[in-house]
Nanobody
Framework: VQLQASGGGLVQAGGSLRLSCAAS????????MGWFRQAPGKEREFVAA????????RYADSVKGRFTISTDNAKNTVYLQMNSLKPEDTAVYYC??????????????????WGQGTLVTVSS
């Protein structure tokens, strides 16, 4: 499994970015894909996750109503649309794949494959 994250950058507070995670190497239908982030000096935290092919989504409370996770099955790509960005959203964002079929989980250690990370910087 290979995950390639992209789309990070510098944006002003209140702005938007869309992150992409291109996945390859196996079938992903029925499995969970997640986005996590890690700010300097902080632990990696859950942001959002989705079951491939319409199995539901889950969000961290801190991003509910601002971020939307979605998939493009034809492209094997997961997106994270981030609106109303805040300086506290500044972090390296990672996509991750859980190779076990289960309900969406927020615990990073349960995800087996990780992308390389893409930096999001939100200026005030």
């Amino acid at each position: 499994v290979q995950l390639q994250a992209s789309g990070g950058g510098l944006v002003q507070a209140g702005g938007s970015l869309r992150l992409s995670c291109a996945a390859s190497g196996r079938t992903f239908v029925g499995y969970s894909m997640g986005w996590f982030r890690q700010a300097p000096g902080k632990e990696r935290e859950f942001v959002a996750a989705i079951k491939w092919s319409g199995g539901g989504t889950r969000y961290a409370d801190s991003v509910k109503g601002r971020f939307t996770i979605s998939t493009d099955n034809a492209k094997n790509t997961v997106y994270l649309q981030m609106n109303s960005l805040k300086p506290e959203d500044t972090a390296v964002y990672y996509c991750a794949f859980d190779q076990n079929i289960r309900v969406i989980d927020t615990r990073a250690y349960l995800y087996d494959y990780w992308g390389q990370g893409t930096l999001v910087t939100v200026s005030s």
